[in-house]
């Protein structure tokens, strides 16, 4: 093999242990917020807040925020979350009143606790990395103008739904 052809066989290696270690370090601050449940604020969904608001910045780093929530969940599907899970979001719907469906067939944090299903701490851990997913989800919706209350169903897990129903300002309720 040329040099070349083992750089990239390396960072994709490379890429693949940093995946690894990031997936298990989710999967971690899930089952220790899952442990601090019930102790007020969720610590998972102020984690995925904050990463969420961190990442929007990032895809959005050097353009103009979109004015319109489609506009901006669009962004989110196709820029936030190839960063957070290597892929897009597979599905998105609307129905062009604030409310939006995102849908992921395999989400890559759900893996790991969805093989496990047997154990009784599962649906707390899945609960958690729910949370911290709908977190990231408002934080990136939130840091682009879009502020929003977010619901998860994981009951097919690994495949996963996220319900993201925008908040309208005062200003909009008047000028609707």
Known sequence: PTTSGMAVAMSTSTRHVAETCVSLLVFEAAKHAAGMAGEGKDPAEAIGCRLGTRLAARAACGRAYAHDALDVVKL?????WPM????????????????????????KWLLRASAREHD????????SIASLVCGLIRGALGTMGVRCTVQADVSQTPACTFTVRAVRSKEQHEAA
């Open 76 to 80: 989110l599907c196709k820029e936030v």
């Open 120 to 127: 009784a701490n599962v649906q707390l851990e899945l609960a």
């Open 84 to 107: 957070a899970f290597g892929k897009p979001v597979d599905n998105l719907k609307t129905n062009h009143r604030g409310v939006f469906v995102l849908h992921d067939a395999k989400l």
